[in-house]
Nanobody, 125 residues
Framework: QLVESGGGLVQPGASLSLSCAVT????????IGWFRQAPGKEREGVACTGTSIGIRIAADSVKGRFAASKDSADTAILQLNDLKAEDTAVYYC?????????????????????WGQGSQVTVAS
């Protein structure tokens, strides 16, 4: 089960943090992906973390501004900096279950097994 928190209305240039609390049962390894979907657009993968804390990827569209991380308490974080109007979307976290530790993570939504409820991020002046 994934429960998201954070989101809201911010001005351009502001920062925001989204959290995703993971409740897992009989799962040893998992990765977290972050996706967003703006009205009328397809869902886009923006960042992910793998089975270990050091595995992180950000999409080219947000590289240098967004960063995904995961702590030891099963909470995933998406830090969004220097937000722009085009970042306005519903943001989702998703979990992918692995049988063993992996070396990377995925920005493809079809690779993920469980999804959070979504958090609205609106960037407007």
């Amino acid at each position: 089960q994934l429960v998201e928190s954070g989101g809201g209305l911010v001005q351009p240039g502001a920062s925001l943090s989204l959290s995703c609390a993971v409740t897992r049962s009989h799962v040893d390894y998992y990765g977290i992906g972050w996706f967003r979907q703006a009205p009328g657009k397809e869902r886009e993968g923006v960042a992910c973390t793998g089975t270990s804390i050091g595995i992180r990827i950000a999409a080219d569209s947000v590289k240098g501004r967004f960063a995904a991380s995961k702590d030891s308490a099963d909470t995933a974080i998406l830090q969004l900096n220097d937000l722009k109007a085009e970042d306005t979307a519903v943001y989702y976290c998703a979990a992918r279950v692995y049988d063993s530790p992996g070396l990377t993570c995925s920005l493809n939504d079809y690779d993920y097994d469980y999804w959070g409820q979504g958090s609205q991020v609106t960037v407007a002046s």
